[in-house]
């Protein structure tokens, strides 16, 4: 009887605990461009770009969270941190080199950023803008994902979902550069 109360109650306690507990944690990605996606990006002809990349304050820390059983796990993310490089391995891909003085010109810009801690949802916008031949063009992408329910999964997805962007910028370039 006195075994049986003091597992009740450990039990008690323990399922108390559990139930109001949450955690924080910073999702890395990955920040790089897989091998098999490197090879798909096709150099130009062009020397050199003036390149720059404007991140957005909203993508410094974007939230969002998962119920397991009792405990509430809050995610967080930095898209800025997330896309900067990848942006920057494609942009070292497709041309020679950059440097500030070319006339040719990419601006990258995240233009919105929401990211919905409630339902565990990101909506992300970014404008590409290129001057090439003194001639101004700009295309805006905008993707949205659920965030993956399994934490192991979620760098990955994450990943995948920055890829599209990367992709998109990709054959935006090929098009402003005469890329074959």
């Avoid at 098999?36 to 991140?55: C, E, G, R, W």
């Avoid at 565990?120 to 992408?141: D, F, G, M, P, W």
């Amino acid at each position: 009887m006195k075994n049986s109360l003091m597992k009740f109650i450990c039990i008690s306690i323990l399922s108390f605990l559990l139930s109001s507990c949450s955690t924080t944690r910073q999702i890395t990605i990955p920040s790089t461009i897989k091998a098999d996606m490197q090879q798909l990006i096709k150099s130009t002809k062009v020397d050199a770009v003036n390149y720059s990349f404007h991140p957005n304050s909203k993508a410094d820390l974007c939230k969002y969270q998962h119920t397991y059983g009792g405990l509430t796990v809050n995610n967080e993310i930095n898209i800025n941190k997330a896309l900067e490089p990848l942006l920057a391995e494609l942009i070292q891909s497709k041309f020679a080199k950059t440097e500030r003085a070319s006339q040719n010109i990419i601006d990258v810009k995240i233009v919105d950023v929401n990211s919905d801690e409630s339902n565990a949802t990101l909506l992300l916008v970014l404008e590409t803008t290129v001057t090439h031949k003194n001639i101004k063009n700009s295309k805006q992408l905008s993707y949205s994902m659920s965030y993956p329910y399994n934490s192991s999964d979620q760098p990955a997805a994450i990943h995948s979902f920055l890829m599209k962007f990367i992709i998109g910028i990709d054959k935006f370039l090929d098009n402003e550069f005469d890329v074959q």
